[in-house]
């Protein structure tokens, strides 16, 4: 079953169950989705529609604390909510300790040096790593590795 048969498959459970919030999340996500396939010109990949899924799971993240710096918890614990509707679709995320040794062997893959090869070093990582790790996260231990 394809990721977008099974998030159709979740929206409609949360439609019968007459789960608003959740129905609200699903839409959401559908139309992100939908949005992505129309600007492609064709029917999304599993790997491009994790793609789409991590940008929102990304945008609920920042909103949410975004709400929670400006008072509304309310309205972040809503966001928050959503993320963990949409993490369910996401790869396995990688621990601190196997992010750790990517980040190394992409080092010595590209023979990076110092801070200045941070790019490098972050490209390499991040194909590796595609939909199982922030970038944030991974660009935090790039500069700590590094020494930046």
Same mark, same amino acid.
């Given at each position: ?55 929102? +799971? *990304?945008? =609920?993240?920042?909103? &949410? ?10 309205? @972040? ?51 590796? +790593? *595609?939909? =199982?790790?922030?970038? &944030? ?10 020494? @930046?």
């Amino acid at each position: 079953m394809s990721l977008q048969s099974r998030i159709e498959n979740d929206y409609k459970q949360a439609f019968r169950a007459n789960d608003r919030p959740a129905v609200s999340a699903w839409r959401m996500l559908k139309s992100s989705i939908k949005n992505r396939e129309i600007e492609v010109g064709r029917e999304l990949t599993d790997e491009e529609t994790i793609e789409v899924i991590t940008r929102e +799971v *990304k945008k =609920r993240r920042e909103a &949410s604390e975004q709400f929670g710096r400006g008072g509304r918890p309310d309205l @972040a614990t809503k966001e928050q909510a959503d993320v963990a509707l949409y993490q369910k679709y996401l790869p396995e995320q990688l621990t601190e300790q196997e992010l750790q040794g990517i980040v190394r062997q992409a080092i010595t893959d590209v023979g990076a040096t110092g801070p200045s090869d941070i790019g490098k070093v972050m490209a390499a990582v991040m194909a590796k +790593v *595609k939909g =199982r790790a922030d970038g &944030s996260a991974v660009q935090v231990m790039v500069k700590k590795t590094l020494g @930046a």
